[in-house]
Structures are given as structure tokens and as C-alpha cells.
């Protein structure tokens, strides 16, 4: 394929969708678990509610469609093809924009916010708010090609977003990402790919080395928010950082699995009444679900976090223009004070009182402006 950028659209064979409904139809469900709660996993009435929605309502060729309306294209940077989303905004003088996705989510967190984005004036903003977006999947999920070889983590993934946005005709644009976008949004930051002008982080990076000795009440409740996180959420971490091939084949074998997988980080990371349906709805969750199941990437988006958690990941000085919006229901609330000792150049700060981890997908107006009101200040 070599610098080309080549038009992909989406089509999965109809005998793929049998399989999955076959695959659902024979599920081995375990016991019922003893506690009235989550505390011991996602609850077995909740996933059998999702999984009956998967396979007796669910369309998949709804969201197929919404994907193929927007452009996926398709590209090989550094010998490994990236999938993408471009959508150009009919404002001439709209500001390229890249965001990325994390993981348990995909290109799917984004879609609700591409209209408000690229035609701000449709949805009652300005033209000088409108965005050209470009959405990649990161390597080894979605569409995009898994890698082959190691070395694929977030510096060289933040190396290929610059080309591809090179490729794409942009010399000037920002970039916008939380959880593994946050990451690779850093990373940008800090090797500055040409006409990169600004970041922005729904999930900013700044948790210091040592905690400090007196912490403000900000900075106690983040704390305690990390304790909480390390003691009681850091298991699926840890096995995609250590043994993502493992893991693999049970979530390469078994649709449920796969779901129940990522529907349990929809419950814990996001601002819901109790449960995921709250915030989003099921047609919603299984759509971005879809995109690991169809594309047999469990394993190799967990690779990910082996990648990225050898060679150690923490706060690092951003030295570049930089806005920051702290959802509260996030993992953790990052305390304006982190934020500045890291970014020095900080250009837009916010605390917002609703939403969690996947703002975009959970409270697309919000991070909508949001994003708009950071990027004004570069435009």
C-alpha cells in the first residue's frame, strides 16, 4: 500500500454474524454470584440481559452502515495498516483535529460527537468552532492491522499519528484523548510531530512519583481515589500486562467472555445510576463491543498494556500547550496542582460535575464543548 491512503468500507460476512448468533445461543453460563452487588464482577441478570439484547435485537449492520457513512479509510504507516475515520467539516477554515480512543472503547465513543464537531452551526455552535477529524484505531484494535513485532507502544504510535496527519494535507491541527489516548496524546506532546499545535486530555497523566506529604483535600481525594483503584480495579490490568496472549484465548473463544470483559469497565468507569444501561444504551455498548469481537482483538489490545507498563508509565513533563478536563466519576480526579507541576504550559483547565472515564461517549455535549472551548485559545 505504501503512502497511500486508500478508501475502506466495512462489510462483515453474513456467515460471522451466524457464528455469533450460533456462539450465543450455546452459552455455559457460571453460578450466580453469592453478593447483591459488583464487588465480585459484573452480576450474571446483567450480562444474560446484555447478551439476550446481542442475540435476539441487536443489528449490527446499523452500526456497519453509521461507520461506512464516514469515511473509513485505511493506510500503512511504518509497515503496519491504520484504519481510520476522516470527516471533513464544510467550514473551510475548520481546525484538523486527531482524538484516540482507549481501551475498553474504539472510534465507536466518538460518533455522537462527530456532527456537533464538524458542523458546529447544525448544532448550535459557530463556524468557527468546526472541526476536520480524523479518528484512527489504535494498532492491534479495530480495523487496524495487529501487530506482528513488539515495539508498537505509545511513542511510536504518537510518531505514526503525525504522519498520518501529514499524509492527510494537515500542517497545522491538535490532538485530543483520554485513557490510552491520553497516553499517545502525551506522547505527541513530547516528540511534537510537525504542525502539532496543542493537546487536550479527558484523563491527564499527572499522578506524581511520591505522593506529597501534606495533600490537599484535592489531592486527598485523588489519592484515595488511586488506593481504591490499585486495590479493589487493577486486575484486568495486570493480566493484559502480563500475560495478554493468555488471556487471549478465552476472549478469542467466546463472544460472552469478550463482553462481559469490557461491560464490567462500563459499570465501574462511568458516571451510572447502577448499572451501564443508565448511561448508555445497550445497542450502544454492543456496537463498541463489536469491534473487538469481529475483529478477534482481545489479545492484541491487551498487548498494549504490556508494551507500555515494561518500561514503566507515569507523570511526565508536558513542556507544550495543553488543556486538561476532569470528568468526576473518572478512575481518578486529577487536582488542578498536578496538572500545572506537569504542564507548565496548562492553557485550559476544567472540572466538569457529571460524566466519567468515556466522556465523548457518555456526555457527548459536554465534551464537546469542552474540546471547542480548550481549542479556541489556538486557533
Same mark, same amino acid.
Given at each position: 500500500?505504501?503512502?497511500?491512503?486508500?478508501?475502506?468500507?466495512?462489510?462483515?460476512?453474513?456467515?460471522?454474524?451466524?457464528?455469533?448468533?450460533?456462539?450465543?445461543?450455546?452459552?455455559?453460563?457460571?453460578?450466580?454470584?453469592?453478593?447483591?452487588?459488583?464487588?465480585?464482577?459484573?452480576?450474571?441478570?446483567?450480562?444474560?440481559?446484555?447478551?439476550?439484547?446481542?442475540?435476539?435485537?441487536?443489528?449490527?449492520?446499523?452500526?456497519?452502515?453509521?461507520?461506512?457513512?464516514?469515511?473509513?479509510?485505511?493506510?500503512?504507516?511504518?509497515?503496519?495498516?491504520?484504519?481510520?475515520?476522516?470527516?471533513?467539516?464544510?467550514?473551510?477554515?475548520?481546525?484538523?483535529?486527531?482524538?484516540?480512543?482507549?481501551?475498553?472503547?474504539?472510534?465507536?465513543?466518538?460518533?455522537?460527537?462527530?456532527? /456537533? #464537531?464538524?458542523? +458546529?452551526?447544525?448544532?448550535?455552535?459557530?463556524? *468557527?468552532? @468546526?472541526?476536520?477529524?480524523? !479518528?484512527?484505531? &489504535?494498532?492491534?484494535?479495530?480495523?487496524?492491522?495487529?501487530?506482528?513485532?513488539?515495539?508498537?507502544?505509545?511513542?511510536?504510535?504518537?510518531?505514526?499519528?503525525?504522519?498520518?496527519?501529514?499524509?492527510?494535507?494537515?500542517?497545522?491541527?491538535?490532538?485530543?484523548?483520554?485513557?490510552?489516548?491520553?497516553?499517545?496524546?502525551?506522547?505527541?506532546?513530547?516528540?511534537?510531530?510537525?504542525?502539532?499545535?496543542?493537546?487536550?486530555?479527558?484523563? /491527564? #497523566?499527572?499522578? +506524581?512519583?511520591?505522593?506529597?506529604?501534606?495533600? *490537599?483535600? @484535592?489531592?486527598?481525594?485523588? !489519592?484515595?481515589? &488511586?488506593?481504591?483503584?490499585?486495590?479493589?480495579?487493577?486486575?484486568?490490568?495486570?493480566?493484559?500486562?502480563?500475560?495478554?496472549?493468555?488471556?487471549?484465548?478465552?476472549?478469542?473463544?467466546?463472544?460472552?467472555?469478550?463482553?462481559?470483559?469490557?461491560?464490567?469497565?462500563?459499570?465501574?468507569?462511568?458516571?451510572?445510576?447502577?448499572?451501564?444501561?443508565?448511561?448508555?444504551?445497550?445497542?450502544?455498548?454492543?456496537?463498541?463491543?463489536?469491534?473487538?469481537?469481529?475483529?478477534?482483538?482481545?489479545?492484541?489490545?491487551?498487548?498494549?498494556?504490556?508494551?507500555?507498563?515494561?518500561?514503566?508509565?507515569?507523570?511526565?513533563?508536558?513542556?507544550?500547550?495543553?488543556?486538561?478536563?476532569?470528568?468526576?466519576?473518572?478512575?481518578?480526579?486529577?487536582?488542578?496542582?498536578?496538572?500545572?507541576?506537569?504542564?507548565?504550559?496548562?492553557?485550559?483547565?476544567?472540572?466538569?460535575?457529571?460524566?466519567?472515564?468515556?466522556?465523548?461517549?457518555?456526555?457527548?455535549?459536554?465534551?464537546?464543548?469542552?474540546?471547542?472551548?480548550?481549542?479556541?485559545?489556538?486557533?
Amino acid at each position: 500500500m505504501g503512502a497511500e491512503v486508500q478508501s475502506a468500507p466495512i462489510h462483515i460476512d453474513e456467515e460471522e454474524l451466524r457464528d455469533l448468533g450460533a456462539r450465543l445461543r450455546r452459552v455455559r453460563w457460571p453460578d450466580r454470584e453469592p453478593v447483591a452487588d459488583w464487588s465480585q464482577g459484573a452480576p450474571l441478570d446483567h450480562v444474560q440481559a446484555l447478551i439476550a439484547h446481542w442475540r435476539d435485537a441487536y443489528d449490527w449492520r446499523r452500526c456497519e452502515a453509521a461507520l461506512n457513512a464516514l469515511g473509513p479509510s485505511v493506510t500503512e504507516i511504518d509497515g503496519l495498516d491504520i484504519f481510520f475515520l476522516h470527516i471533513r467539516s464544510k467550514h473551510a477554515d475548520a481546525m484538523p483535529l486527531i482524538m484516540t480512543h482507549g481501551w475498553p472503547g474504539s472510534v465507536i465513543e466518538f460518533l455522537k460527537c462527530v456532527g /456537533p #464537531l464538524t458542523d +458546529p452551526t447544525a448544532h448550535g455552535g459557530q463556524a *468557527s468552532d @468546526a472541526f476536520h477529524l480524523v !479518528l484512527p484505531s &489504535l494498532p492491534g484494535y479495530g480495523f487496524s492491522a495487529k501487530p506482528r513485532e513488539t515495539g508498537w507502544g505509545a511513542k511510536r504510535i504518537a510518531q505514526a499519528w503525525g504522519v498520518l496527519m501529514q499524509r492527510l494535507g494537515y500542517a497545522r491541527y491538535v490532538a485530543q484523548g483520554g485513557d490510552w489516548g491520553a497516553v499517545v496524546t502525551t506522547a505527541m506532546g513530547l516528540i511534537r510531530p510537525e504542525g502539532l499545535a496543542a493537546v487536550h486530555l479527558n484523563m /491527564p #497523566l499527572v499522578v +506524581p512519583k511520591e505522593p506529597p506529604a501534606n495533600p *490537599s483535600p @484535592a489531592e486527598a481525594r485523588a !489519592l484515595a481515589q &488511586l488506593d481504591a483503584y490499585r486495590r479493589w480495579d487493577t486486575g484486568y490490568s495486570i493480566q493484559q500486562m502480563t500475560r495478554p496472549q493468555t488471556l487471549g484465548y478465552g476472549l478469542a473463544d467466546s463472544p460472552v467472555g469478550q463482553a462481559a470483559w469490557i461491560y464490567e469497565k462500563f459499570y465501574a468507569w462511568t458516571d451510572n445510576q447502577g448499572a451501564p444501561e443508565t448511561v448508555l444504551s445497550r445497542d450502544e455498548l454492543l456496537d463498541n463491543i463489536m469491534l473487538y469481537w469481529l475483529t478477534n482483538t482481545g489479545a492484541s489490545s491487551a498487548r498494549l498494556y504490556w508494551e507500555s507498563f515494561r518500561g514503566g508509565l507515569g507523570a511526565v513533563n508536558l513542556d507544550f500547550p495543553a488543556g486538561a478536563s476532569v470528568f468526576p466519576k473518572d478512575i481518578y480526579t486529577a487536582p488542578r496542582a498536578w496538572c500545572e507541576r506537569c504542564m507548565p504550559k496548562l492553557i485550559y483547565w476544567n472540572e466538569l460535575d457529571r460524566g466519567g472515564h468515556f466522556a465523548a461517549f457518555e456526555q457527548p455535549a459536554l465534551f464537546v464543548e469542552e474540546v471547542r472551548k480548550c481549542f479556541r485559545l489556538v486557533r
